[in-house]
């Protein structure tokens, strides 16, 4: 049995290295290791898509995914877009979602520890190259370091950090509660030394986590629904009532910067100017997310809100579709939000979604949260702590 669960780790470790390429090989052009990548992950999306027809039928996850991702490509094709692009976009989400969805069903152990392995790796790696250069590898300072661009780091280290916890909590082993604080503390000078606010504030809900775990206790307060709500007022408060007016110099003081978000609030407001125009299908995905001319530089710019940008590409029937997506995965994050398990899931989604907030930078980590949520009751049930437990209600 056991040489069986080692066979699985080791194929699940080799799959999810693919998904995580360092940007370091696209940055130098290595052409033969991006060629590794590329088809390293085009290879996995054929097998787990084979897998998962042969193995039964479709989740709700995958069709509301699928349902979703068929829009921006009506949009796309409606608007004479990039259908390459897209299609750059579309197949590693699926795959990821695919190939968690199959793991979990029979593996959530290996998975987990396949996952925690690959980026707890990748986040040494990121964190030993920081120091060896700690100006990046960018002409301009602190901009690309190994991993990512440094605004976009943030999702990378609470995907590693969230799943650490999982393992932790539910397939307990003598390291890995000492590898969790370790990564947790490089996670953060890391966030700090690389000095992007979104990244900074969207830090700041796991250090909370960490430091004081007794609030997560008060699940009606501390729930994925709460944390909806408060994004949406927060959506609406900064972007259609600019209420930042009102604290221009607190925000200066703590972030150093200024009310606009480093111009972010130009972008945004232009970029609905455009919605305005294509409502409801968006412009359809184009070969650059670049779509907003801003003036102060003459250059064309993503929107900087990856919401923003999704209304752009695929108008507000795009959005409704995400909004079915987030409906049954939280739905099931609620249900369970007793759990360790649905509490991380839900700080990592909001965490993530902060970045998201100031960053087009895609939902490939968001959905790699939305997965393991809507699978959570895989892991909850199949481990020691979710054993033990439905022993005692037997019992009792």
């Known amino acids: 049995m056991s040489r069986k669960i080692n066979i699985y780790y080791l194929l699940f470790l080799i799959a999810i290295i693919v998904f995580f390429k360092p940007y370091y090989f696209t940055f130098f052009e290595i052409s033969v290791v991006n060629f590794i990548y590329l088809n390293g992950l085009r290879l996995v999306f054929i097998l787990v898509f084979l897998l998962y027809i042969f193995k039964g039928r479709l989740s709700k996850f995958i069709i509301m995914t699928l349902i979703f991702y068929f829009i921006k490509t009506l949009s796309t094709i409606v608007n004479n877009g990039s259908i390459s692009t897209l299609i750059t976009e ?3 989400v ?19 520890e396949a996952f925690t392995t690959v980026l707890g790796f990748l986040t040494l790696i990121n964190f030993i ?25 943030a999702p990378l ?4 950090i969230v799943l650490m916890i999982i393992r932790d909590k539910y397939f307990q082993n003598k390291y890995s509660k000492k590898q969790l604080i370790i990564t947790f503390i490089i996670c953060t000078w890391m966030i700090f030394h690389a000095g992007s606010a979104s990244n900074i504030i969207a830090w700041i809900p796991i250090i909370i986590y960490f430091v004081m775990p007794f609030l997560f206790r008060n699940t009606l307060i501390f729930n994925i629904k709460s944390y909806l709500v408060f994004y949406i007022i927060m959506f609406f408060s900064i972007i259609l009532f600019n209420i930042q007016d009102q604290f221009a110099d607190l925000l200066y ?23 305005k125009d294509r409502p409801l299908m968006g412009y359809g995905v184009a070969e650059s997310v670049n ?3 801003f003036p102060r530089t003459g250059l064309y710019y993503s929107a900087h809100n990856q919401f923003i940008q999704l209304v752009l590409e695929g108008g507000l029937i795009s959005l409704l579709a995400f909004g079915g997506i987030v409906y049954i995965v939280f739905n099931k994050l609620y249900e ?3 759990d360790e398990a649905a509490k991380i899931l839900s700080l990592g989604i909001l965490s993530i979604a902060l970045v998201l907030f100031s960053e087009a930078m895609g939902f490939f980590d968001i959905f790699v949260l939305f997965a393991l949520a809507y699978n959570i009751e895989r892991v909850i049930t199949t481990s020691n702590v979710g054993k033990s437990t439905l022993k005692r209600d037997k019992v009792v």
């Not at 699926?94 to 029979?106: M, N, S, V, Y």
């Not at 920081?130 to 190994?146: D, K, L």
């Open 90 to 92: 579309v197949y590693p």
């Open 94 to 112: 699926l795959a990821i979602c695919l190939f968690i969805e199959l793991g979990i069903k029979d593996n959530p152990k290996q998975l987990i």
């Open 129 to 153: 190259a920081m120091v060896m250069s700690p100006h990046g590898y960018h002409s301009i300072e602190r901009t690309i370091f190994f991993m990512r661009h440094r605004n976009q780091l």
């Open 157 to 160: 280290y609470i995907l590693t």
């Open 253 to 275: 003081q703590l972030l150093g910067r200024d009310i606009t978000f480093s111009g972010r609030i130009q972008l945004w407001n232009t970029a609905i100017e455009m919605i």
């Open 291 to 293: 779509l907003i001319f």
């Open 336 to 338: 369970y939000r007793e």
